[in-house]
Antibody, heavy 116, light 111 residues
Framework: EVQLVESGGGLVQPGGSLRLSCTASGFIISHYNMNWVRQAPGKGLEWGSYMGAGGTLYYPDSVKGRFTLSRDNAKNSLYLEMNSLRAEDTAVYYC??????????WGQGALVIVSS | DIVMTQSPLSLPVTPGEPASISCRPSQSLLHSDGYNYVDWYLQKPGLAPQLLIYLASNRASGVPDRFSGSGSGTDFTLRISSVEAEDVGVYYCMQALQTPSFGQGTKLEIK
């Protein structure tokens, strides 16, 4: 059974850092394109930082230079290092597996709150 | 960037009645391979989104057949033939032709 489990969310002050983890089971994470879709409180979905199976990286302008994706194949995990956090980064971050052109599997989400 | 515009944004429906949601992208989503790169997702309250429809008209595994997707180019529709109480939530269309983007969401509620 395919599962994605996020961890690492929490409360952080503006300008601070946080690292989210996404641990996969039921499939090999390096074989798939992955994304961190985020959702601000009461708002819609936003396509986020992306790592292709081959290692291609994409960051939306809103996080470029502040967020960094990495992958640990031995742990079958994806990581999102978030630095210089801003209030507008407050959101639920969903780890998502892309199959073809669609997101077939989602994690339960990790809540990140940036506030003083 | 492709902008996805959904309507309506709020959709009150009586159980047993049909419902439809429109999604209009700012440019055609028809790929050279003949497929329209649009998906539909439902986010039930407090949960992660779930895939309903992919490539405009293909129902995802386990999705009831009361859900259907149609359309091409710049005009897409999600239809529910007979709404049930468990269908409440926010419906999103998403384009995958370029860097993916979502519509604003349509909140379906039971009357």
């Amino acid at each position: 059974e395919v599962q994605l489990v996020e961890s690492g969310g929490g409360l952080v002050q503006p300008g601070g850092s946080l690292r989210l983890s996404c641990t996969a089971s039921g499939f090999i994470i390096s074989h798939y394109n992955m994304n961190w879709v985020r959702q601000a409180p009461g708002k819609g979905l936003e396509w986020g930082s992306y790592m292709g199976a081959g290692g291609t990286l994409y960051y939306p302008d809103s996080v470029k230079g502040r967020f960094t994706l990495s992958r640990d194949n031995a742990k079958n995990s994806l990581y999102l290092e978030m630095n210089s956090l801003r209030a507008e980064d407050t959101a639920v971050y969903y780890c998502a597996r892309i199959s073809g052109t669609e997101v077939r599997y989602w994690g339960q989400g990790a809540l990140v709150i940036v506030s003083s | 960037d492709i902008v996805m515009t959904q309507s309506p944004l709020s959709l009150p429906v009586t159980p047993g009645e049909p419902a439809s949601i429109s999604c209009r992208p700012s440019q055609s989503l028809l790929h050279s391979d003949g497929y329209n790169y649009v998906d539909w997702y439902l986010q039930k309250p407090g949960l992660a989104p779930q895939l309903l429809i992919y490539l405009a008209s293909n129902r995802a595994s386990g999705v009831p057949d009361r859900f259907s997707g149609s359309g091409s180019g710049t005009d897409f529709t999600l239809r529910i033939s007979s709404v049930e109480a468990e269908d409440v939530g926010v419906y999103y269309c998403m384009q995958a032709l370029q860097t993916p983007s979502f519509g604003q969401g349509t909140k379906l509620e039971i009357k």
